[in-house]
């Protein structure tokens, strides 16, 4: 799987101008809250539309401001988790589950759903309301739900955000696990340093609307490319210094080796 | 003359029970619309349907005569094609009723529409639902008491319409006289036992459904 995304898109006061691409591994959106990361996960999922760009999976093409393609999200092959889980409230956990399975039998569909309640550890919980479980157990319920239709990508909002830290490490260990038993890509935004140091195959860092590193997990955080992204991965060593070659004054960071970039 | 009060009362039960079907099935249809859809001429239909709120029912009557009457814009037109009109039946005392109650059930349905969560609404999208999946699976379960409490006004209202049925329908004994007009009509005769009768069972009904609607929705009405 390839996904490759072109996006620009002009809000009040905000400009995002983003393109980048990423294969079948766990690619984590990194950068400031208001950096443009969820609103990126929303174009790919088709709830707001850019203004110019492109987001393609493979070969389909699922918008296209030049080919005038917009396809709407109930179309699209992917799987969103909310930031605050968007549980439908009048739902049970098992229709809350069911509600993404379509076009199968009542019989395969019933089979698939116990498959997946049982492996998500939900299957005490089946008939209960959002409402009446913990925030773990929502939280599993809302990967559970947006895996449950098979998508060929999966895409996360700060799904971690709200729960406590012992949860967190265990949601980011079921993450871990789920993307590689139904081996799928996934898509993670978060502002939470650990969480992209734990997670991330592959880093894109956000800053003001733009990509200002994007690069394996080791890179962003050994040789982060600017001042800004140093600061973003918490590197506190950076200083002033002379660029030689470039005869320039300029702010450098020494990369994890010890070198001055 | 207890026939004319057990006739009014079942004429007023199925013009109240007809027109607000009819409420309910128009009403959540043009409500969703309006909570979700932007168009041309949306603001100008959303003040035309509630007009019949803040307007008097007669004026209200009035635009119906002109509109359905037998001499009226589509009035004529049944007329002429069927030999049937509206006018002095009970399908009028239905369509004043309609038109009346409508508003009510609009502006509560919609303003519960709009409450529902719009990520419950793009959670439904992305987990491959259309948009009318969605309204009869997510929005309408949700928006549930708020449509309930619509429905039990627009009843109400139904049940209480005078003035644009009396426009409408008239006031004939034994056809049309709902027991709004019948009380009219017997206190007009000065039949005041009569007319007690009704009252009182008016007014029964009417605290009986409001009870009713403020038990399924604190909130909204």
Redesign the interface.
Known sequence: MVLSVTLKKRVKGFELDVAWSMANELTVLFGYSGAGKSMTLQMIAGLMRPDEGTVRCDDEVYFDNAGKIMVPPRKRPFGYVFQDLALFPHMTVRKNIIYGIKGMKRNERRLLTDKIVERFHLKGLAHKLPSEISGGQKQRVALARALARRPKLLLLDEPFSALDNTVRIEMRSLLKEIRHEFNIPVILVTHDLVEAYTLADRMIVYYGGRVAQSGSRIEVFHDPCSEEVARLVDMRNHFGGLDIIHRQFTKAVPSFSGNVM | MESSLAFSLKLSLKVASVATLLVMLFGTGIAYVLAKKNFPGKEVMDILLTLPLVMPPTVTGYYLIVIFGRNGYIGKIIYDMTGFSLMFTWYAAVLASFVVALPLMIKTTRAAIESV?E??I?????????EFETAL??IF??AGKGIIAGVVLSFARALGEFGATLMLAGNMPGRTDTMPIAIWSLAGGGDWPGANRMVLMLTFMSVIFLYVANRYSRRII
């Open positions: 969560d990520k419950l793009n959670a439904s999208y992305t987990l491959g639902r259309s699976k997510v379960p949700l």
